[in-house]
């Protein structure tokens, strides 16, 4: 038993002084110092020697749910694999993520998903459960898999995070555009779907025209205009749609402009299923960034202007963003400094998304409890987990970090195999200090 004494405990409901007690792999009691009781429950569980952690008025948060990552194996593990990328989310207080079907293989079967759960199963600095991949062809599949599972590979549902859908292509080109396939998967009704939105015709357009007056070395400013907040609207709007029309439990993924938030305000009026995420690369950077960064804010989409930075900003405040994906996606640095067309796109940020959470809530004067929702209580509602919160029950997966400490971002510090990151150089705020799964540490600041 572990007594996590004096500590300024952070929910989606409050931010308050109290303790926390685990009792093997999860939390036995939540004890706030505003009970009449306190200090009785708190000696009841000392009668009952704990090993006692005095904290000292550091902060605690449950311990991340990032549904949106891509750790590149199997296929591209030069760049990344499960192992160097869940030590990279231990040291960013990220307990469990969900990895994305765009490897090589891709994961849009049974036997691909299968073949990753057997690489996952030696790994112990993260939770790692898996998204099924949708393609204009795989849809009878991957409605059999959602709703049956698969006797010949022992894949059951469960063993199913979500369903990804590439509404725009992207690393992997698993771009679904077919009229057809896109309402028999917005039907589902067992998973929860993830969109990743940006309409092909209106990209393909722009990067053609852009061609035309540069050739290949396209100025990294253009990207904002290729991957254009005409395309994320057209696409955003026709998945929002179909999410009305079939009730869809709907993630809207890596929202980057001002109106797919209005859109997304609209939208859940009429379907409450409907949630928004944005990743804290749109957070943080804006295209005033491209003349410095170049390459290495190459994403998609695009990062877009400094309004609708502060939209994001605002919505994450107001409680309309519900969940933080980091899309943490590893390249070599030889392969992202290169020119526009042979840059790939993405941004290895994950060891970096709490503390980037906590700066912009210092910043924007957000309370912590919206970060608590955003950082790892909404998804465990939408995927249904007995984690992501503190809570008795619970599993204790915990963050221990210092919010009056900052530090700024150096390479080696980086846990990720491809080693870089578009934060080096910046300064955060939040020290995290300890992460716990299951009550036990998996990363500790004093001994990396």
Known sequence: MILLENAIIVTGEKEAEGSIVI???????????????????????????????????????????????????????????????????????ITSVMDMPNTIPPTTDATALKEKLILASGIRDCRISFHIGATNDNIEEVCRLVAEGDEATGITPDDIAGVKIFMGSSTGNMLVDDNVALERLFAIKEKPILVHCEDENSIRENLSKAMAEYGENIPFPHHEHIRSRQACIRSSAKALELAIKHGTKLTLCHISTKEEIEMVRAAKVHNHEITAETSCNYLWFCNEDY?????RIKC??????????????????????????SDHAPHLLHEKDNS???????????????????????????????????????????????RGRIA?????????????????VKSDDLRSKCRWSPYEGQTLKGVIETVLIDGQIIFNHKQH
């Open 300 to 325: 998609n989409p695009s990062i877009k202007t400094a309004d609708d930075r502060q939209a994001l900003r605002n919505a994450l405040a107001e409680g309309l963003i519900d969940t933080i994906g």
């Open 23 to 93: 009792d093997g792999a999860k939390i036995a009691e939540v004890i706030y110092r505003s009970e009449e009781d306190y200090y009785y429950q708190l000696e009841k569980f000392r009668n009952k020697k704990p090993q006692i952690w005095n904290l000292e008025g550091k902060h605690i948060i449950a311990g991340g749910i990032d549904a949106h990552v891509h750790f590149r194996e199997p296929g591209l593990t030069s760049k990344a694999d499960m192992q160097s990328e869940s030590r990279a989310a231990a040291a960013g207080g």
């Open 291 to 295: 003349h410095r960064a170049g390459s």
């Open 340 to 386: 526009y067309c042979k840059a790939p796109s993405g941004l290895p940020s994950i060891q970096q998304s709490l503390p980037v959470l906590l700066t912009v809530a210092n910043q924007e004067n957000i309370p912590l409890t919206r970060i608590a929702a955003v950082f790892s209580e909404k998804a465990s509602d939408i995927y249904g987990l007995k």
């Open 392 to 408: 008795k029950g619970y599993d204790a997966d915990l963050v221990i970090f210092d919010y009056d400490k900052s530090f700024t």
